[in-house]
């Protein structure tokens, strides 16, 4: 409601892992369908972390799917507390993904990434921190990933329907969720089996619902978040909803598109669960 | 298998739950709404149906999930022009600049057409029409179609 209690956002002390303005950020080698190493972007981070921006530029040509994982401790011993960030490479090098959400990292961390794509090539990985000012709030551990697919790498197919415009069916990213979380992200990106092409000839953009709730009882909490094909020069940014989700939640997504074209409607879409 | 929870009315499709569950089970777990839920919105559900991906669809009529074949690929024209060897495409292009008008024209309005779409939808019957008239005119060679077809 308009007034009500203070959210308790302020961030400050911004600093990038870019190592100059033409940068696009750590080259992070990526496996083929499995996780790749580890690669540092931060051997120790100068300021604690209360908000963090992930940028993911894929190299690789316009069939990859590109994820990415953020891992914190020494080498060899990372862990991962951000989960499969999808990315989506329209122009080889030129698209990029961006995710910005609150998540707490002690001063003095080491930060690392690897990568998983549809091909072994690499992605390009950025990281933005931010310090918490007075009135942020308390923190956050991670970022859960709901409806990634490891062996593929993909997101889960929602299929916008044979009407254009229209929602789809619900599609199923978690029966049950495994923690509660204060905030989602949303992502879209190439489906299973068709690649950013596809979309681009597609004349897309893409409407996509979050719901909670039993099959047939869905109930929308985050309507019409969107999407626009990859292009030459486009991004696509994972916008933060502080949502609050119970574990124990069904959570379901459906879609809406300008293109009802069977072969090349069907997107994918990950989405991500923050937890404290 | 999974389940579909469809309208009543039009069968078409609401929500999909991907588990191997029966309506039961999935009920029990509070992933599906209760009969009484259902049935007031004018919804129904079905379980064990094969689960939904590029060969299984749900369809309306029937109210069950059909097996389709798969789709074939849909590319960048870069990746469909790579999927010819530089002889063949070398072939091609002679074949547009000497050949006779016939199959000049049919070559530049192939490639016309492959540039208005900016993809190669391999689903599209036209570029498999005109694939496989290269290979029976002799610019690719026998069973070269099959092989850039998927």
């Given at each position: 409601?308009?007034g009500?209690?203070?959210?308790?956002?302020?961030?400050?002390?911004?600093?990038s892992?870019?190592?100059?303005p033409?940068?696009?950020?750590?080259?992070?080698?990526?496996?083929a369908?499995?996780y790749?190493?580890?690669?540092?972007?931060i051997?120790s981070?100068?300021?604690?972390?209360?908000?963090?921006i992930?940028?993911?530029?894929p190299?690789?040509n316009?069939s990859?799917?590109?994820?990415?994982?953020?891992?914190?401790?020494?080498a060899?011993?990372e862990?991962?507390i951000?989960?499969?960030?999808?990315?989506?490479?329209?122009?080889a090098?030129?698209?990029?993904?961006?995710?910005?959400?609150?998540?707490?990292?002690?001063a003095?961390t080491r930060?690392?990434?690897r990568?998983?794509?549809t091909?072994?090539?690499?992605?390009?990985v950025?990281?933005?921190?931010f310090?918490g000012?007075?009135?942020?709030m308390?923190?956050?551990?991670?970022?859960?990933s709901?409806?990634?697919?490891?062996?593929?790498?993909?997101?889960?197919d929602?299929?916008?329907g044979?009407?254009v415009?229209?929602?789809?069916?619900?599609?199923?990213?978690s029966?049950?969720?495994a923690?509660?979380?204060?905030?989602?992200?949303?992502?879209m990106?190439?489906?299973?089996?068709d690649?950013?092409?596809t979309?681009?000839?597609?004349?897309?953009?893409?409407?996509?619902?979050?719901?909670?709730?039993?099959?047939?009882?869905?109930?929308?909490i985050?309507?019409?978040?969107?999407?626009s094909?990859?292009s030459?020069?486009s991004?696509?940014?994972?916008?933060?909803?502080?949502?609050?989700?119970?574990?124990?939640?069904?959570?379901?997504?459906?879609?809406a598109?300008?293109?009802?074209?069977a072969?090349?409607?069907?997107?994918?879409?990950t989405l991500y669960?923050?937890?404290? | 298998?999974?389940i579909i929870i469809f309208?009543?009315?039009?069968?078409?499709?609401?929500?999909?739950?991907?588990d191997?569950?029966?309506?039961?089970?999935a009920?029990?777990?509070?992933q599906?709404?209760?009969?009484?839920?259902?049935?007031?919105?004018?919804?129904?559900?079905?379980?064990?149906?094969?689960a939904?991906d590029?060969?299984?669809?749900?369809?309306?009529?029937?109210?069950?999930?059909?097996t389709?074949?798969?789709?074939?690929?849909?590319?960048?024209?870069?990746i469909?022009?790579?999927?010819f060897?530089?002889?063949e495409?070398e072939?091609?292009e002679?074949?547009?600049?000497?050949?006779?008008q016939?199959?000049?024209?049919?070559i530049a309005?192939?490639?016309?057409?492959?540039?208005?779409?900016g993809?190669?939808?391999?689903?599209?019957?036209?570029?498999?029409?005109?694939?496989?008239q290269?290979?029976?005119?002799?610019?690719?060679?026998?069973?070269?179609?099959a092989?850039?077809?998927?």
């Amino acid at each position: 409601m308009p007034g009500g209690f203070p959210l308790g956002l302020e961030i400050c002390n911004g600093s990038s892992s870019l190592s100059g303005p033409s940068s696009k950020g750590t080259s992070v080698t990526a496996a083929a369908k499995a996780y790749g190493s580890w690669v540092q972007l931060i051997a120790s981070t100068a300021s604690d972390t209360c908000w963090m921006i992930v940028r993911i530029w894929p190299t690789g040509n316009s069939s990859n799917r590109c994820f990415t994982q953020i891992g914190v401790g020494a080498a060899a011993s990372e862990v991962v507390i951000v989960n499969d960030l999808m990315a989506t490479s329209g122009t080889a090098g030129v698209n990029f993904s961006e995710y910005s959400f609150p998540c707490n990292i002690p001063a003095g961390t080491r930060i690392s990434a690897r990568c998983n794509n549809t091909a072994a090539d690499a992605n390009n990985v950025q990281l933005i921190l931010f310090d918490g000012s007075f009135t942020q709030m308390e923190g956050t551990a991670g970022v859960d990933s709901l409806g990634f697919i490891t062996g593929n790498p993909s997101g889960t197919d929602v299929d916008p329907g044979a009407s254009v415009n229209t929602k789809g069916s619900f599609v199923q990213f978690s029966a049950s969720t495994a923690r509660d979380y204060m905030g989602l992200m949303v992502m879209m990106g190439q489906n299973t089996t068709d690649n950013s092409a596809t979309l681009a000839a597609a004349a897309l953009p893409v409407l996509l619902d979050v719901a909670v709730g039993a099959g047939g009882s869905e109930f929308v909490i985050v309507p019409d978040a969107g999407w626009s094909v990859p292009s030459a020069t486009s991004m696509a940014s994972a916008l933060f909803y502080p949502i609050p989700i119970p574990a124990g939640t069904r959570v379901s997504a459906r879609a809406a598109s300008g293109n009802n074209t069977a072969s090349t409607r069907v997107i994918g879409a990950t989405l991500y669960g923050i937890y404290q | 298998m999974a389940i579909i929870i469809f309208r009543a009315s039009d069968g078409s499709a609401v929500s999909y739950i991907p588990d191997n569950l029966t309506i039961a089970q999935a009920q029990a777990a509070s992933q599906l709404a209760d009969n009484a839920t259902l049935a007031s919105k004018g919804f129904s559900a079905i379980d064990g149906q094969p689960a939904l991906d590029a060969t299984h669809v749900w369809d309306t009529a029937s109210k069950t999930v059909l097996t389709i074949a798969a789709k074939k690929s849909v590319i960048s024209l870069l990746i469909f022009w790579q999927r010819f060897t530089a002889t063949e495409r070398e072939a091609i292009e002679g074949g547009f600049l000497t050949g006779t008008q016939p199959v000049k024209n049919a070559i530049a309005a192939f490639k016309t057409y492959l540039q208005s779409a900016g993809v190669a939808d391999i689903n599209d019957a036209y570029i498999q029409t005109k694939v496989q008239q290269m290979e029976t005119a002799g610019f690719i060679a026998a069973g070269r179609a099959a092989q850039i077809l998927v």
